[in-house]
């Protein structure tokens, strides 16, 4: 079955629709960046606030921000089944506003490690609305608008560290707090996901919304026919029906089950929850995106970061750190925004075992190099970047396209939420763990293990993941519904 192509003034308004969602990413940009930049005002003698920070307050202004998320996880995905995609969206974007609004209202320390908390329930919300994004978009473009979320974020960082080198405190934080006033004002123009309107039972809302997102006639057939898609999905036997196409041929599964769209008949209610542990290929799907997951965090990104300063001062030391920084988030800027780029035409499965493989073989040269400094102290800086160019085209950006596409409506909010909660808890662990070895091995040996995990992560992907490109959400679950195959290109 040939696939229907987007049409221009279509790939117009989901891509603006797209950007003015992502708007909330940069906020979160902004909420890791800020803290960076302002250290060493706020260990000075001479600091904006009340006093200066302990070693230990500074440390909490860091990881607040993850605190406030992991906690804020578990409600993400019942906001979003309750109050909708656009208004679920809305709400966690509010965290940023209250926070801008301390933090520019006092001088207080323990207020101001209160308000980044806050904030951390935002970059929670940001996060699962990705599912907004997966909802509005063509097949065809899914990927890459997906994908947009994780380019503005690294956008936020870099304008964040830009004028923070540059304006005063003060205008920053006005500049952060207006940013998300409008992110919230930005979103009210945004119609609600059709999917959410046809689960509730609105089905008119729905068809203004496929209008106004596919830009056809709210009576036009094509609306119709993406009313009928969507009451497939959502329809009581999909997942009898998918079981059945088990022992289908894979030529014909897809095609009979867009032959069956014209099934009608809505769920009856049931919690996301006990829906989940019916789903066979909601398991399957959560088990491989968890997978892949810790996968990618493993890979050694995370703990690079926190590494990150006296690696580069080591490296290139006549380079200020505030430079440094702008060079990396320019690098994940630019590397994030590819991705954007080329998901839609590599596909999912093959950008992730590449760029783990790429992965692997930076970091065991990155180890290799702290352990024997084989080469100028620049070449790590080299290896620095190279690394986490790679590891952002695909490794840092594709789980979370996946997360977006490869669940049941009925489901999404509820897995969406619940990889959310396993991407906070494995960085936790990841980053406790990482300074025993790091004394137990030395730094070089570390990077050694991390390359391992790159190149098992990519042997995964490549038996375990199928390919969900251009798919529709019905054909993703027959892939993860066959027992084997998965190393088969779909």
Not at 124 to 150: F, K, M, P, W
Not at 365 to 383: K, R, V
Not at 422 to 446: E, R, S, Y
Not at 450 to 460: D, H, I, M, N
């Amino acid at each position: 079955m040939e696939r229907a192509k987007i049409k221009t003034s279509e790939f117009v308004v989901q891509s603006l629709s797209t950007l003015v969602i992502c708007f909330l990413a940069v906020q979160t940009g902004f909420v890791y960046a800020w803290p960076s930049y302002n250290v060493a005002n706020f260990k000075s003698n001479m600091t904006v606030l009340a006093e200066p920070m302990s070693s230990l307050e500074i440390s909490l202004l860091g990881s607040l921000p993850n605190l406030g998320g992991l906690a804020a996880s578990p409600f993400c995905g019942w906001a979003f089944n309750t109050y909708g995609r656009k208004y679920a969206t809305m709400l966690f974007g509010l965290p940023y506003i209250f926070a801008w609004s301390m933090i520019s209202q006092t001088s207080s320390v323990p207020l101001v490690l209160v308000a980044v908390a806050i904030a951390g329930i935002g970059v929670a919300g940001q996060n699962v609305s990705l599912i907004y994004i997966s909802e509005i978009a063509h097949d065809s473009i899914r990927g890459g608008l997906t994908a947009c979320s994780a380019a503005t974020f690294f956008l936020g960082i870099l304008i964040s560290y830009v004028i923070g080198g540059n304006l005063p405190y003060m205008t920053v934080v006005y500049i952060h707090l207006t940013t998300s006033v409008i992110a919230i004002l930005l979103l009210m123009l945004l119609p609600e996901s059709p999917v959410f309107l046809v689960l509730v039972g609105r089905e008119e809302d729905a068809a203004k919304s496929i209008s106004f997102y596919r830009r056809v006639d709210v009576k036009s057939k094509e609306v119709e026919a993406e009313l009928a898609k969507i009451r497939l999905m959502v329809g009581p036997n999909l997942e009898k029906m998918l079981e059945a196409a088990e022992a289908d041929d894979e030529n014909g599964t897809s095609e009979k089950l867009m032959e069956t769209m014209e099934v009608g008949g809505v769920r009856q209610h049931e919690s996301a929850w006990k829906f989940f542990w019916k789903s066979k290929s909601s398991q399957r799907a959560l088990t491989t995106v968890l997978t892949l997951m810790a996968a990618t965090i493993m890979m050694g990104c995370v703990v690079l970061q926190v590494y990150a300063e006296p690696l580069f001062a080591e490296a290139v030391p006549s380079m200020p750190s505030s430079q440094c920084a702008i060079f990396v988030a320019l690098d994940f800027l630019i590397a994030s925004s590819l991705c954007v780029f080329v998901v839609d035409k590599f596909g999912r499965k093959s950008i992730l075992i590449g760029t783990s493989l790429g992965s692997g073989v930076f970091t065991a040269m990155l180890g290799s190099q702290l352990q024997f400094h084989w080469a100028p102290h620049w070449f790590t800086a080299a290896l620095i970047y190279a690394y986490g160019f790679v590891y952002t085209v695909g490794c840092a950006v594709i789980p979370f396209v996946l997360t977006a596409e490869v669940f049941l409506p009925e489901v999404r909010s509820f897995c969406n939420s619940v990889s959310l909660a396993f991407v906070w808890i494995f960085n936790f662990i990841t980053l406790v763990i990482f300074n025993p070895l790091v004394d137990a091995m030395g730094l070089g040996p570390v990077f050694y293990l991390f390359s391992v995990v790159c190149f098992a992560g990519a042997a995964y992907t490549q038996f375990y993941l199928p390919e969900t490109k251009g798919l529709s959400a019905d054909a993703i679950q027959v892939l993860f519904l066959k027992k084997w195959g998965f190393s088969k290109s779909k």
